[in-house]
C-alpha cells in the first residue's frame, strides 16, 4: 500500500495547487472549482515558537507549513482526495531534536528542540465510498478517535500524524462502529526520518464503538492492537502493544463525569507486561466560564505511540518520548490538573491549567506545570493563537530540567 501512495504524479498534481496554506484536523476546508465534481483546499499556519530548558541554548523557530489538496467527488458515493503538506523554516534558530537530529535541517547543536524539521511530502491520498451509514476509506489518511488519547493527528505539530490504512465505519440506530487497518504510522518527522523517529512499520487493528444511552450519556468501548516490526538502526520495539479499554461520560445538575479505563498488555516481540490507564474529570460551567478538575494516571510500561500527546500532561511536552515508546526511564505518571476555560469581551477564549506530574503511585514527584491559551477568531478564515508553558521539574527526578514554552500563531484555511 505504502508504495503506491507515495507517488511522484500525486505530488506533481498538488504543486499546481501550492499557492496558499493551511490546516484542517478533520476534513479539507473546499472551495468549489468545477460543482459537484473537483473542489480544491488551501490552508496555512504561521508560526513563532519559543523554547528553553535548562542546559541548551534557547531555541526561537519560526515556521509556514502549507496544505493544498483537490477532491474529486466522481459520483454521489465515491470520492478521491489528495493532499501534500510543506514546511518552512523562516527562522532556524533551533534543532529538531531526536536521537539523530543532524539528519533533520534546521539543526543548530546545542540548541532546545523544537520538533518541525522543514519537510515537502504526501500528507493524503485516499479514495471514499460513502452510502447511506457506511463508509470505507482507503490510503493514506488523518485518523483521530475519540480525543486522541491513543489515536490522533497530532496536529500541533507542522508536519501531522497520518495512517496507511483501510478505515471502515457503520452507523446504527444509538451506535457508530470503527474499524481501520493500518500497515504505516507516517510520522511528525517526515518520510526522510530515521532510526527512532521514523515511519513506525507493522500490523495496526484499531476498534471502536461509540455508543449513545442518552443526550447527556455516552460511552466508548475499543481495542488498539499494535505490532511495529524492529527495524533496526535505534527504532523503539517498545511502541507495539495491545490497549483494551473504555470511556464513559454523562451531564448531572452538579456537573459534567467522564471516566476512563484501559488495559495494556504486551504484543508482537516485546516482553510480557501488563499495565493500567486511569482517568476522571469533572467539568462545572458557571455562566461563560468552565471549572474543571481531573487525573490521568499510566503505570509503568504504558505508551500510547500513536497518540497526540502534545494534548496531555502539559503544552511544555517534558514526557512526550515516555508516552510514545521512545524511551523507558520512568516510572510511569500521574497527573493531577485543575483549570479553568471561558469568552471573555469581543470572543476571546482563554484556557488556563496547573498540573503536578507524580510517578504511577504519587510516591515520587517528578514537577509542576502552568498552562495558558489564547485566541479568537479573526475572520471566518482566519485564527490568531497564543501559547504559553512552564514546566518547573523536582530536582531529584529523571524530570528535573526546567522547560519554557511560548508560541504564537495564525491559522488560515478555506
Known sequence: MRNNIQTQSALTLLSICSLSAGEALDAPSLITEEPEKLTVSLSARLRYESRETDG??????????????????????LSFFVESE?????LDDYQVGTPQSSQFTPFKAGNTPIGDPETNELNQLFLKYKSGEFSATIGRQRLILDQAQFIGNVGWRQNEQTLDAIKLSYAFDSAELTYAYADQANRI???DASGAVKALEGDVHLFNLQYKHSDDHQSVFYAYLMDFSDQGGGFPTNASNNTFGAQTSFKTEQGDIKLELAYQMEAGDKADYDALYTAASFQKKVGNQSFFVGFERLEDGFVTPLATVHAYNGFADVFISNRLGLATSWDGITDVYVGMAGTVCDGYKLKGIVHYFGDDSLSDSYGWEADLVA???LTSSLKATAKAAYFIGDKDSNFSTDTK???LH????F
Open 405 to 407: 514554552q511560548l508560541s
Open 86 to 90: 510543506h514546511t518552512l523554516a523562516l
Open 375 to 377: 485566541s479568537k477568531s
Open 410 to 413: 495564525l491559522d488560515y484555511s
Open 189 to 191: 518527522f517526515g518520510s
Open 56 to 77: 541548551s541554548d534557547h531555541s526561537h523557530a519560526g515556521t509556514l507549513r502549507v496544505r493544498p489538496g483537490l477532491n474529486y467527488k466522481a459520483t454521489d458515493q
